[in-house]
Nanobody
């Protein structure tokens, strides 16, 4: 099983930036494909970005493309999400998770490995 811990959320103004981090335990990080998800109040959780174990496959949802950057530092067992040009609609609880897909394609967000973490709250004020 894979356990994850997210951090880096906070309150930021419109147009600001945040960098989220995710550390894992339970399985060797550098063989894990990883995804970022978010859930806004009253909405379903959505997969917004994915990166495969080598970093050669990356996916962004249209809602974050061009503003968010996913990356990983395997030596540090850490996944990142750099979020720039934040908008009020980015306000949500953000989660990371290990995913099955090494291609970050199709319904990659539906096939997870391990449990959800506690998430980290991002609030964008206007």
């Amino acid at each position: 099983q894979v356990q994850v811990v997210e951090s880096g959320g906070g309150l930021v103004q419109v147009g600001g930036s945040l960098r989220l981090s995710c550390t894992t335990s339970g399985l060797t990080f550098d063989v894990l494909n990883m995804g970022w998800f978010r859930q806004a109040p009253g909405k379903e959780r959505e997969g917004i970005s994915c990166i495969n174990w080598s970093g050669s496959k990356i996916y962004y949802a249209d809602s974050v493309k061009g503003r968010f950057t996913i990356s990983r530092e395997n030596a540090q067992n850490t996944l990142y999400l750099q979020m720039n040009s934040l908008k009020p609609e980015d306000t949500a609880m953000y989660y990371c998770a290990a995913v099955q897909s090494p291609y970050c394609s199709g319904s990659w967000y539906d096939d997870l490995i391990g449990d959800w973490g506690q998430g980290t709250q991002v609030t964008v004020s206007s």
